[in-house]
């Protein structure tokens, strides 16, 4: 009787290795059999001079590197579109000694284009910060550079074959200057400030009967002598310049001299001891409203700059 049932529990483990042999057969992959190969290479039909073959080729891979053009700072190259909104007609925040440069990218002009300055020039303004500035002192390859070349002089073009509209800002007024009319003193210059401050009103002596005001707009298309309005006003109430005095300036251009717009000031109206607060008006002609300078939402420290008071 006990060896029956030795024969009968030997069976039974047999029985069941064999099962679990089974079991680990791996089955057929019908996938395994499927021959990909068709002989044919697809070709790559991405244009390497558009903005999305530098985009894939230059800017991503070599500029878009932690810490550098990945979002940190422009231009920001993370994207086709970010790449193409940060460089064609996107103002530079970093110049040449020269201030040679107004744009990242002008189209269908390398040598006004500070990128294209940026990745052939070893010195823009230090030694060897050529870029990219991963491997200092080694520029791009060139067919790299001949293809942002190719891509600048031939219009700078969009992702979508669009070209670009040069933008149109309105005129900026960031300094002024005041002078006695022999022009051999400046009211505005810091010493002359109340507590010797940038941002405090300069004083204007009572004996003064009028003073010059001179400017200096830009603008990003319109020449300096082709500018509109160009009007002083001058108002005791810092935000209220309704019945504001008005000045009309004058195109000033001496030879081998930076040109001007200069105001004839009449001071014989102002009061001691009463601070005067300056706005200047100026338009390019092709904005419906002028360029103020200072506005009513600029800083206090900044409508302060922009005036005097009349001491005894």
């Known amino acids: 009787m006990k060896r029956r049932y030795s024969i009968v529990a030997i069976l039974s483990i047999l029985l069941f290795a064999i099962a679990c042999e089974k079991d680990e057969v791996e089955p057929d992959n019908p996938f395994d059999k499927i021959d990909y190969g068709t002989g044919v290479t697809a070709n790559d039909t991405l244009n390497p001079t558009s903005i999305t073959g530098l985009h894939r080729n230059v800017f991503l891979p070599k500029c878009a590197v932690p810490g550098c053009h990945d979002g940190h700072f422009e231009p920001d190259f993370r994207s086709v579109q970010s790449s193409y909104s940060t460089l064609v007609y996107a103002p530079i925040v970093k110049n040449n000694d020269a201030g040679d440069f107004t744009y990242r990218v002008v189209p269908g002009d390398t040598a006004l284009s500070v990128l294209h300055e940026r990745v052939t020039n070893c010195c823009f303004v230090n030694a060897d910060d050529r870029m990219p ?180």
């Open 133 to 312: 500035q991963d491997n200092i002192g080694t520029g791009l390859p060139q067919t790299d550079i001949n293809n942002i070349s190719s891509w600048i002089l031939n219009g700078a073009q969009a992702a979508n074959g669009s070209n670009p509209m040069r933008p149109d800002l309105q005129p900026v007024v960031a300094l002024y200057i005041t002078l006695n009319t022999t022009f051999n003193y400046e009211y505005s210059q810091l010493s002359n400030r109340v507590d010797s401050l940038i941002f405090n009103p300069f004083m204007l002596p009572d004996s003064v009967d009028s003073f010059y005001f001179v400017t200096f707009p830009e603008d990003d298309i319109t020449p300096l002598a082709d500018l509109q309005v160009n009007t002083l006003k001058v108002s005791a109430n810092k935000d209220d310049f309704t019945n504001a005095q008005s000045f009309q300036a004058v195109y000033f251009d001496i030879p081998g001299e930076q040109p001007v717009w200069l105001v004839t000031v009449n001071a014989s109206a102002f009061q001691v001891g009463q601070t005067y607060y300056m706005r200047y008006y100026v338009n390019d002609g092709q904005h419906t409203e002028d360029a103020e300078f200072p506005q009513n939402t600029s800083i206090d420290p900044y409508k302060t700059y922009w005036s005097f008071v009349v001491t005894p």
